[in-house]
């Protein structure tokens, strides 16, 4: 009997040592996890300052007053190899957590930088920030001001989408764009405009850029995509003012909410490319593995496709006379 209490006693010792042992691991488990989720990517410069760097950071901040103090610390402090994108002669006056967006201040010093200075600078700040959780955007003021750009023109809030980087050559600099997109109205018939403003890294041509946006789609609810599924660009030139664009297969795909008819959704790509960019004259297309050289099996790709207004809407007609 005593024997059998003994074993019963020894496997409930090694019951609970398993138990403690298991909620140890899972416990670490956990913490490398949150870890993980809680990781942020903060930028820096390379030693030239030409190009922007990342870096993953995990904060111990449990406030927004400590997120902003620690992301902050991070910024100006560099890892080994990298820089700061924040000059020494550039003092921070703080921020304000406005309705509309982050706000944060420059000494006037900040008007010295150079343009390369400014824009990977403002890249980095807005793109570090605005992982904060409640940060939607970020507004760059200069002593309580909004920050104006060389022509006088106020610089808006921005977001991470507002700077379009390429993977592929990194970040040597970034390019400012006006974009004049055009999105399939509710019926399909026609198009309407939507204007969008974003920095692009200056490895990327911008006739890319643009596509690379209509593909992500309108951010107006009014509007409706053109493009359905994982649509790719695998190739993209320019010869003699005519953009020829190679698209994957999924190109081909009819988006499944109010598709619009194959002319407007071709048409959506040439007017946007034309409109926003000075030298291009038409807009060819190819679509891999399209054996009968249709698009959605009815435009004949075989031909260049110029600038054609008739498919805007009048209302957008109107404007465009107006601005002008």
């Known amino acids: ?8 006693n020894r496997r409930k010792s090694l019951f609970w040592l398993v138990l403690a042992v298991a909620v140890v691991l899972l ?44 992301l902050w610390e991070q910024l100006v402090k560099p890892p080994a190899g990298y820089q700061s994108v924040v000059p020494e002669d550039v003092a921070f006056n703080g921020y304000e957590r406005g309705i509309d967006a982050l706000r944060i201040d420059f000494s006037k010093e900040y008007y010295g930088l150079s343009n390369t200075q400014e824009v990977l600078l403002r890249a980095a700040v807005v793109k570090t920030f605005s992982q904060v959780p409640g940060v939607t955007k970020v507004m760059i003021t200069v002593e309580k001001e909004q920050l104006q750009d060389l022509e006088g023109e106020l610089v ?15 970040i040597n600099s970034y390019q400012y764009a006006t974009l004049e997109l055009y999105f399939s109205n509710a019926e399909g018939d026609k198009l309407a405009r939507e204007m969008r403003n974003l920095h692009y890294s200056s490895n990327m041509v911008l006739e890319r850029v643009v596509v690379e946006q209509l593909i992500k789609g309108p951010e107006e609810k ?20 005519i953009c020829t664009i190679t698209f994957n297969a999924a190109a081909n795909q009819q988006p499944t ?36 050289g249709k698009f959605w099996g009815d435009v004949d790709l075989g031909q260049v ?7 805007i809407e009048t209302r957008e007609m109107q404007t465009e006379e ?3």
Do not use: H, W
């Open 305 to 311: 496709f110029v600038m054609n207004r008739d498919f």
């Open 257 to 292: 909410e109010n598709p619009p008819n194959p002319e407007t959704a071709l048409y959506a790509i040439v007017d946007s490319i034309c409109a926003t960019c000075d030298d291009i004259a038409g807009v060819r297309f190819e679509v891999e593995g399209n054996e009968d």
């Open 322 to 324: 107006a601005e002008k």
């Open 1 to 8: 009997m005593s024997d059998r209490r003994n074993f019963v």
């Open 222 to 241: 009014e509007l409706y995509p053109i493009f359905a599924g994982d649509v790719r660009i695998q190739n993209l030139y320019i010869q003699n003012g």
């Open 27 to 70: 416990g670490g488990c956990g913490g490398r996890k949150q870890k993980e989720e809680n990781s942020y990517t903060v930028y820096y410069i390379n030693p030239t300052g030409t190009r922007l760097l990342e870096q993953s950071y995990s904060p111990d901040a449990q406030t927004f007053e400590e997120m902003m103090d620690e």
């Open 156 to 170: 808006p809030a921005m977001d991470a989408n507002s700077f379009i980087d390429t993977k592929e050559g990194g």
